[in-house]
């Protein structure tokens, strides 16, 4: 089965050394599970020539926000509502969540409580089962679009992850994202994020979250359609 990567940012390049590309992290979440991988950088308005060059498809998280009036942003909400309407399995991650319910008739809104950084407990809607997620944002959905589904929450953000009849996924949360990144990322945004950067973030390890747990169920997701 083919992923096709919607690359909506790009790794710091103080940090591509250590950390790599952008994309590898997505990759490297999902590379137990046997799929094919083409990436494309959309930010640089490189898209696919059609929704059929991938099996399914993920969007990426972005340090742009879903209202701001860049032509690749345009043409992405236009892409997401033809995957729908071809009901074409998606996913997106944090901006990728984001720009979903905006392009299917959502709202997307700056945090009240601004910045939220570091790990924090998603609660399953249905079950009531508890993650530790690593997550990296200033907006998020205030309004669902019509037909999504809340499949878990957190104190500071009610829609955090999202299901849209059984074709599309979306995770505010970063599960590509690993401790060791975002430490080192801290520094570059100290001054835009101070005083929202958790010093839990510092002591967080891998093995205190679920990170792969969701990359184990973005995987599921997506094999779900190879069988059809």
Known sequence: M??????????????VAVHGRYEDFYIKLLSPYDFEFAVYPILHGIFPRSVDEANGWLITGSRHSVWEDEPWIIRLKDFIREL???????????????????????????????????PVAYKRALTGKVQNVLVWHQDQIT???PGAKILASSASCQNAI???GETIKTFQCHPELSPAFMRDLLPLY???????????ILNASEGSLQGLELGEEIATFFRAFQQR
Do not use: M
Not at 190 to 200: D, I, K
């Open 143 to 145: 309004v669902c679009p």
């Open 84 to 118: 729908n309407g071809r009901g074409t399995p998606l996913v997106g991650i944090c901006f990728g969540h984001q720009v979903t319910a905006s392009a299917l008739g959502g709202k997307v809104e700056r945090s009240k409580e601004g910045w939220n950084v570091g």
């Open 190 to 200: 100290a001054e835009e994020l101070h005083p929202a950067g958790r010093p839990e």
């Open 2 to 15: 083919r992923i096709g990567i919607l690359k909506a940012d790009e790794t710091p390049n103080e940090l």
């Open 162 to 164: 999202l299901q849209y």
